[in-house]
């Protein structure tokens, strides 16, 4: 049986992402930045292999799981005109703690990539988010804890 949630590798991975997008577009502070960053290029690199059509539907299931434990997010939607931008995701995240914003684009990055990986597989699935980002540790960056890998 296929579990319910991504691992721990990618959510962690997810994270170091989005800061890593964010801070390369100087706006370390602002994840939802990084966040359309990397469905950009995520898109550039994955629709010749799975379609326009495939990538964004994988998108919208990732954003719909993620709701599961970040119930705003359930009013936003991704742009599919090849800008990633997130519709009304100002409105479901007023007044909410920016931590707890970063935590469900994280977990909505998490589950695209795990839905990736479930459809097309772990090698070729991760080894094309690879090819986007080599800087970016997909393990755990302290390895002495043994976890996620």
């Not at 991975?13 to 930045?33: H, K, M, S, W």
Request: proline share 6%; net charge neutral; aromatic share 6%.
């Amino acid at each position: 049986m296929i579990p319910q949630r991504p691992p721990e590798r990618l959510s962690d991975f997810a994270r170091r992402l989005l800061r890593y997008e964010a801070a390369t577009a100087g706006q370390a502070d602002e994840i939802a930045v990084g966040f359309e960053r990397a469905c950009r290029a995520l898109h550039d690199r994955l629709a010749p292999l799975i379609s326009s059509a495939g990538f964004y539907a994988l998108l919208a299931r990732a954003l719909r799981l993620a709701a599961r434990d970040a119930p705003f997010l359930a009013s936003v939607s991704i742009s599919t005109k090849g800008d990633c931008a997130l519709t009304d995701l100002d409105a479901a995240a007023e007044r909410r703690d920016p931590t707890e914003v970063a935590d469900a684009l994280t977990m909505a990055l998490a589950h695209f990539m795990w839905l990736l990986v479930i459809f097309i597989g772990e090698n070729l699935g991760l080894r094309k988010v690879r090819e986007i980002w080599p800087e970016v540790p997909l393990d755990n960056v302290n390895p002495s804890s043994g976890a996620g890998k």
